[in-house]
């Protein structure tokens, strides 16, 4: 019997947030450790750090040891997240190289949009009019943030990149089941030691490997293992448990925000009208799906 009580949605909903402040925050980081190591053994680099840091809490850790024990999964949750998480993070590494950061990070960010569409499919259950409203608003935000210039063309980057935003969708509906079926401390572990696993064999042909250890790279790699991979997983997996796969997705919207936010601490970057009104966009969209003024009326026989 399980004797865990149910935390309040907000709660989950804010460690989201939080999550997504971590990962904002470790942008212009990771951003400036690129320059000394190409993007696939970083990427490899980070999830085995992180790996090794999870491993130890794990067998620290008593409930962790017992993880084993949970009603679904073993070991095929973790490895299916962790290979439909890698697979969104080479798909945007890749794409990166053929298209612009902006046009990168909103494509990036149409999971916002795929994530209720795949929930309705898969739960035939159609969202609430608030959260169709939410996702629409946030997106419009996230364009408005990102986009510039001849956006509406499309190249091979921009292909790889919707690639991505599948991935990501498919990481989110995928995590949100086995998160309710597995202890969180097993199925985090798994899904970023497959990621480390992955990214340990494939670095070396996905890309020619360039790697010049300094002190930048040596601070992203442990920031982004420890809190922006290790901590901020550990976060999402146990997050969703507890809200919607919709949710979390649109949650992920405040990422680009974070990030100017972290830009405009340390290299006093000033957000342009434009992208200061997709930010305030992608708030209003969230509180809007939080606070839910508009609900839907249940059908009534005359």
């Known amino acids: 019997m399980n004797s ?11 460690a989201l947030a939080l999550v997504a402040m971590v990962w904002g925050g470790t942008f212009v980081l990771v951003k400036g450790a690129l320059a000394d190591v190409s993007p696939v053994l970083f990427l490899a680099l980070r999830f085995s750090a992180a790996t090794i840091a999870l491993g130890v809490l794990y067998v620290i850790n008593p409930s962790g040891r017992g993880a084993r024990g949970g ?4 070991w095929t949750g973790g490895i299916v997240t962790g290979a439909l998480l890698y697979l969104g993070y080479l798909l945007q590494t890749q794409g990166l190289r053929l298209t612009t950061p902006a046009k990168s990070g909103f494509i990036t960010g149409l999971y916002i949009v795929l994530v209720p569409l795949a929930a309705s499919i898969v739960y035939r259950k159609a969202p609430q009019p608030a959260e169709v409203l939410g996702v629409v608003i946030a997106t419009t935000g996230l364009g408005l943030m990102t986009l ?35 202890a969180f401390e097993w199925l985090t ?6 990621c480390a696993v992955i990214g340990l064999v494939s670095f070396w042909w996905v890309e020619t490997p360039m790697l010049h250890w300094n ?34 997705a649109l949650i992920f919207a405040l990422e680009p925000v974070f990030a100017w936010a972290t830009s405009f601490v340390l290299t ?4 342009s009208r434009r992208a200061a009104t997709g930010a305030l966009l992608i708030l209003a969209g969230i509180l809007l799906v939080e606070l839910k003024p508009i609900r839907r009326r249940p059908h009534q026989r005359g």
């Open 4 to 14: 865990e009580r149910t935390p309040p949605q907000w709660r989950a909903d804010l």
């Open 71 to 74: 009603k679904c999964g073993g």
């Open 148 to 182: 510039t210039g001849r956006a509406l063309e499309i190249g091979k980057g921009d292909l790889l990149t919707v690639g991505c935003a599948v991935a990501f969708t498919f990481h989110i509906m995928v995590l949100s089941y086995y998160a309710r079926r597995m």
């Open 189 to 194: 572990l798994l899904q970023i030691g497959t």
């Open 215 to 248: 002190r930048q790279v040596f601070i992203a790699i442990a920031v982004t293992s420890v809190l922006a991979t290790a901590l901020a997983f550990t976060v999402q997996t146990w997050a969703q448990r507890y809200t919607t796969p919709t949710r979390t």
């Open 268 to 271: 006093s970057e000033v957000l």
